[in-house]
């Protein structure tokens, strides 16, 4: 008897029919078949079942994905903008300090006519410096020389001691190499600065060398008083914080706060000339 009049064969046949029919019944989701209640149905459930749990997490998955990229293009926009506010800010801050400072330059500029200026940026701080030396990113191709000293707004920051053509190097008042002939301004006592590395760690240096009756006292302003010609007359230096004995000899000190900070100033003004440059007064 040929293979396809036999039993077994028939039988493969009607499953496969079965198994057509069913996988067309699960496809077709507007069917009025209900797979509990046909054979077929029963059958297929699983399947089908499974099917359509597969179905609805991939509709699942696609919402979430759309979902989350909306998010994220929200979530960039959003530091787009960020990042232009600050860039906003930074330019307005910018802009504010240059007003700042190019205002305290005319201040000076009116008050001493004879001062040439040379407007420098820090560009570099000596790391290894005890007393907060810097570097300015101007030099010799901008007239700037070995000596000139160097301010900010009234107050005297210290003096250049080195020169290259596009840069030069600035030591400070806090250090005790740079001494400032100078004055207080209330009782008119006159004396010069010089320093330790126990002050200059504070930020703060002295007006040595005074008289144990000195009337200078807390609240007085000490400025530059001009003699030796580096620096000009009437430069302030600082605030009195108060006045102790010097601990080296009978002498006084004044502590001297200036009113600056001087290791975070990013602009300072070079002056190279002034009326009295170089010349020794009394």
Known sequence: MPFYKKKQFRAIVIIAALLIIG?????????????????????FYPAQKLASSISSRIVAMRDNVSGKSSYEEELDALKLEVAELQEQLVDYENIKRENNYYKD??????????????????????????????????????GIQVNDCVIYGKYLVGLVVKVYPTSAVVKTILDPDISVSCYEARTGENSYTSNDLT?????????????????????????SSGVGGIYPKDLILGT??????SGKDVSFIAVINPQIKINELTDVFVITDFEGKNQITK
Request: proline share 2%; net charge negative; with cysteine.
């Open 23 to 43: 996988m067309m019944i699960s496809a077709i989701s507007g069917s009025t078949f209900s797979p509990e209640s046909s054979v077929v149905g029963t059958i």
């Open 105 to 142: 330059f005319l201040e000076v500029k009116e008050e001493n006519p004879d001062f040439k200026l040379a407007h420098g940026s820090v560009i570099a701080r000596d790391s290894e410096s005890l007393y907060s030396s810097f570097n300015i990113g101007v030099g010799s191709a901008q």
């Open 199 to 223: 002050l200059a760690k504070q930020g703060k240096l002295m007006m040595a060398n005074l008289s144990k009756n000195t009337d200078i006292s807390a609240g007085g302003i000490v400025c």
């Open 240 to 245: 009195v914080e108060n006045t102790q004995e």
